[in-house]
T-cell receptor
Framework: KAGVTQTPRYLIKTRGQQVTLSCSPISGHRSVSWYQQTPGQGLQFLFE???????NKGNFPGRFSGRQFSNSRSEMNVSTLELGDSALYLCASSLAGQYYEQYFGPGTRLTVT | QKEVEQNSGPLSVPEGAIASLNCTYS??????FFWYRQYSGKSPELIMSIYSNGDKEDGRFTAQLNKASQYVSLLIRDSQPSDSATYLCAVYGNKLVFGAGTILRVKS
């Protein structure tokens, strides 16, 4: 079974621009979660989508948004990029049942200059 | 108080020894507990999950859970240099919360 895929893998953007990242979950997984990972803050939860609905949200500003499509693929968008948004953005998918095992994609490395 | 706490390390063990990694959590309602391994420059990889008190073994890995003490641990037997990585403890209540990770170094 194919794993979680994320595109693009690397991205360089300028302050003030916006960016859209894409995630395709493992086949059959309906939950997709997004995380930001930085050396200083570790893995921080952004949001979770299940059946096209945002089920949970972390403590990030409104510049960070996401959505999920009917095929469970998900996108996250960051508007008005800041230097501090430079990070590894990870997507994880899950069956979202009782046991909630999440499987991560390879991540998108975003650099904001 | 952080929701999930881990000693950042580094924890250094000789090859062939047992590595013991520990994690405490604050939410008593937490239901599921996970250990992820993350190599430098890579994404986290799920290596163990545990849901009830006691021990769970999978190959060289043993996860231990004590809900009364709000404590989770991971034992790695016969540690190998390839086990050198950051180990992340994750706890699920109504969302998955990660600890900051423990760096493990296995010296050959």
């Amino acid at each position: 079974k194919a794993g979680v895929t994320q595109t693009p893998r690397y991205l360089i953007k300028t302050r003030g621009q916006q960016v859209t990242l894409s995630c395709s979950p493992i086949s059959g997984h309906r939950s997709v979660s997004w995380y930001q990972q930085t050396p200083g803050q570790g893995l921080q939860f952004l949001f979770e989508y299940f059946s096209e609905t945002q089920r949970n949200k972390g403590n990030f500003p409104g510049r960070f948004s996401g959505r999920q499509f009917s095929n469970s693929r998900s996108e996250m968008n960051v508007s008005t990029l800041e230097l501090g948004d430079s990070a590894l953005y990870l997507c994880a998918s899950s069956l979202a049942g009782q046991y909630y095992e999440q499987y991560f994609g390879p991540g998108t490395r975003l650099t904001v200059t | 108080q952080k929701e999930v706490e881990q000693n950042s390390g580094p924890l250094s063990v000789p090859e062939g020894a047992i590595a013991s990694l520990n994690c405490t959590y604050s939410d008593r309602g937490s239901q599921s507990f996970f250990w992820y391994r993350q190599y430098s420059g890579k994404s986290p990889e799920l290596i163990m999950s545990i849901y009830s008190n006691g021990d769970k073994e999978d190959g060289r890995f043993t996860a231990q859970l004590n809900k009364a003490s709000q404590y989770v641990s991971l034992l790695i037997r016969d540690s190998q240099p390839s086990d050198s990585a950051t180990y992340l403890c994750a706890v699920y209540g109504n969302k998955l919360v990660f600890g900051a990770g423990t760096i493990l170094r296995v010296k050959s």
